[in-house]
């Protein structure tokens, strides 16, 4: 894939000025990344930071039981490794790749240096912070205040959006450690979503067949979700 195919596949570069890319180019390499791959651990120290294309990377807290929450999705819409940029330069959380696909990586140094200069990169990442902050926030509430139904419609609904595919090869055990709820919870779901004709699934793949009827599913999260994920 060329470079400015990989560019205009993250909405992030695509949205820098030409100079400014031309300036991070010569760093940026693409490539593909295998399912379950961890860029990084809580506390690692940053060296590399990833702008997905096609692939979807969840950013996930684990507690001392083992169990995990996913707290962030990012896709081609986004990047992983802010820290590397606005704070101590260590990684809060697990980053894992939840669907395998492409990535483009830049030494985070590199990008640092770009973002300090003050120009457009700036703007766009501290708008991207702002955005990656509400969703925080708002994934608190969903999971506080929504149904397990809700919260897998909204989350299938947003991996969808963000993938850019109604096909998503993932397990319903994989499935409830990002939503912090235990796998027979999202079989259950799973079983009143298939009969209804939402969705197919099969051993580690599910397949959207009605997102109408996922939407009415959901809670208003999901649209709050879009919104933020695609105003930047």
Sequence with gaps: MSQDRSRAANRLLAALPKI??????????????????????????IETVYFPKTALISLVSTLESGATTEVSLVGGTGMVGLPAILGSGYSKHRAIVQVPNHVVQIPADILKQEFQRGGELQKILLRYTEMRLNEVAQLAVCNAHHTINERLARW???????????????TQEFIGNMLGVRRSGVTVAAQIFQPAGMIEYSRGKINILNREALEDTTCECYKLFYDNYYRQ
């Design 156 to 170: 299938l609904l947003t991996v969808s959006d963000l993938t850019q595919s109604d096909y998503l090869p993932l």
């Design 20 to 45: 400014e890319y031309q300036r991070l180019e010569p760093y940026l390499i693409s490539s593909s990344r295998p399912l379950k791959q961890v860029f990084y651990e809580a506390s690692d120290k």
